[in-house]
């Protein structure tokens, strides 16, 4: 089973920059989607950003324009660029392993905490 972890998570000023990592035990070359959520407490789990294997690539209107979500299959990587950081961007942030790219069927890493502070 595919095991991921999440790291690059950490405080930030408005208007700053940060990578975050996702690094999968096994072979993501299997997994068609691949992706990013974030949740604040009292809502729900969102959507930041997808990437499937042909490059096709999914992102929430908060987001576009600012974040960049890529992925290395021969290393196993999931990356989120994360720039012109915002104070309403502070969450939790989830990295996702969709096999069929369908939303049915996920793997979850447990989570590495972004906060936008000034």
């Known amino acids: 089973q595919v095991q991921l972890v999440e790291s690059g998570g950490g405080l930030v000023q408005p208007g700053g920059s940060l990578r975050l990592s996702c690094a999968a035990s096994?072979?993501?070359?299997?997994?068609?989607?691949m992706g990013w959520y974030r949740q604040v407490p009292g809502s729900q789990r969102e959507l930041v950003a997808n990437?499937?294997?042909?490059?096709?690539?999914k992102y929430a209107d908060s987001v576009k324009g600012r974040f960049t979500i890529s992925r290395d299959n021969d290393k196993n990587m999931v990356y989120l660029q994360m720039n012109n950081l915002k104070l309403e961007d502070t969450a939790v942030y989830y990295c996702?392993?969709?096999?069929?790219?369908?939303?049915?069927?996920?793997?979850w890493g447990q989570g590495t905490q972004v906060t936008v502070s000034s």
């Open positions: 996702n392993a969709d096999p069929l790219g369908d939303d049915r069927y996920n793997y």
């Open positions: 096994g072979s993501i070359s299997g997994m068609l989607r």
């Open positions: 990437i499937e294997n042909d490059g096709w690539t």
